[in-house]
């Protein structure tokens, strides 16, 4: 049974930083893309950052490139996003999403959007003020 749990998310001020986490269970995280989605309210969900552990390749949206870094830590099958400079415009809901890859460059993992992701977490708030 495959299992995604975000946690880590919450209230900032601009400027500030958060990591989130997203511990995932029942697969061999590290042959997946591993990506963070976000979605604020009437807006589309947004692939912000992308993790391929197999390679440590990682990509990211022009929003956020410079910003935020995805990283992980195998021995507890976690990534994490480094989300510093917080902007109120990074004010969403903040989803981990798994999709099979192996591509030592994740840089096309997020091309085709959220629907090509299997895998999803239940989603932690981050608000930025």
């Known amino acids: 049974h495959v299992q995604l749990v975000e946690s880590g998310g919450g209230s900032v001020q601009a400027g500030g930083s958060l990591r989130p986490s997203c511990a995932a269970s029942g697969y061999k995280y590290s042959s997946n893309c591993m990506a963070w989605f976000r979605q604020a309210p009437g807006k589309e969900r947004e692939g912000v950052a992308a993790l391929y552990a197999g390679s440590g390749s990682t990509s990211y949206a022009d929003s956020v490139r410079g910003r935020f870094t995805s990283s992980d830590d195998s021995a507890k099958n976690t990534v994490y996003l480094h989300m510093d400079n917080l902007k109120p415009e990074d004010t969403a809901m903040y989803y981990c999403?798994?999709?099979?890859?192996?591509?030592?460059?994740?840089?096309?993992?997020?091309?085709?959007?959220?629907?090509?992701?299997?895998?999803w977490g239940q989603g932690t708030q981050v608000t930025v003020s």
């Open positions: 999403a798994a999709r099979p890859w192996n591509n030592s460059v994740v840089s096309g993992c997020l091309d085709a959007g959220s629907v090509a992701f299997d895998y």
